[in-house]
């Protein structure tokens, strides 16, 4: 009894980290596509949000209104590559008014902001690496169990465990779930929370509905590669611990 609930956890275990795993790979993904900010910008109207808010910014830059879509498509790109390569040049980032003249986009606060974003994406990078270190002795491990963990038990533990994570979302939501994770993950003396009409930033992502579309989407595209990867890796029909177990090696 003790060896088969050991056996549970290890694989309930494995498939948390496997799911870390997809998830990276989906945040890969859709950082090389820009996170579809183009096909989101039209969705939400971020262009109604500008036109809206840009002309009562408080920094001296009411004139980002003039700016166009694809302007703020390549700034949103520029964004994303500097919070993916430790933010740099995020205070170099500029926009161009109708007078062709370069203005900085991002105040000192929001710099200082994307930075601690920055931090954020490397340190979870790490521990990306980290845990697919931990996936590949799970792998190993099943490959050398002697016990098998019944279909029903797995299906068990997979229904009980998303459950869990819907219900979470749901009843917490999104925009409460993501200002709370603010508060517990960057330093207290710096400022996340930023006003639209105080920051061009929150206006050119329209925050947080920017960052729950993006949050569906990386889950999105991790759920087929899971499915993939799992079915590769404990189906019978496609199981590749099974098929490496089958290749005579001598």
Wanted: charged share 20%; hydrophobic share 50%.
């Amino acid at each position: 009894m003790v060896k088969h609930v050991t056996q549970l956890t290890l694989w309930l275990l494995c498939c948390f980290s496997l799911c870390i795993f997809t998830l990276g790979i989906s945040w890969k993904l859709n950082v090389f596509i820009n996170f579809g900010y183009q096909q989101i910008y039209s969705a939400l109207s971020i262009d109604k949000t500008i036109e809206k808010y840009a002309t009562l910014n408080r920094f001296e830059r009411k004139d980002f209104v003039e700016t166009k879509t694809q302007q703020h498509v390549s700034l949103f790109k520029e964004i994303v590559e500097s919070i993916n390569h430790s933010g740099k040049g995020l205070a170099e980032i500029t926009y161009r008014n109708n007078s062709e003249k370069e203005k900085l986009l991002l105040t000192n606060a929001e710099v200082l902001h994307l930075e601690d974003v920055s931090i954020l994406v490397d340190d979870l990078s790490r521990l990306w690496l980290i845990n697919n270190i931990l996936l590949v002795l799970f792998l190993f491990y099943f490959y050398f169990q002697k016990q098998s963990i019944s279909t029903q038990s797995k299906k068990w533990l997979l229904c009980s465990f998303t459950l869990f994570l819907v219900l979470g979302f749901s009843i917490l939501g999104f925009t409460r779930i993501f200002y709370y994770l603010h508060t517990v993950v960057f330093p207290d003396d710096h400022q996340w929370f930023f006003y639209y009409e105080d920051s061009l930033m929150s206006t050119l992502m329209k925050a947080p509905d920017l960052f729950a579309v993006i949050a569906l989407l990386i889950i999105l595209l991790a759920l087929p590669i899971y499915i993939l990867v799992y079915k590769l890796i404990f189906s019978k029909r496609y199981n590749l611990i099974n098929l490496i177990k089958r290749i005579d090696i001598t």
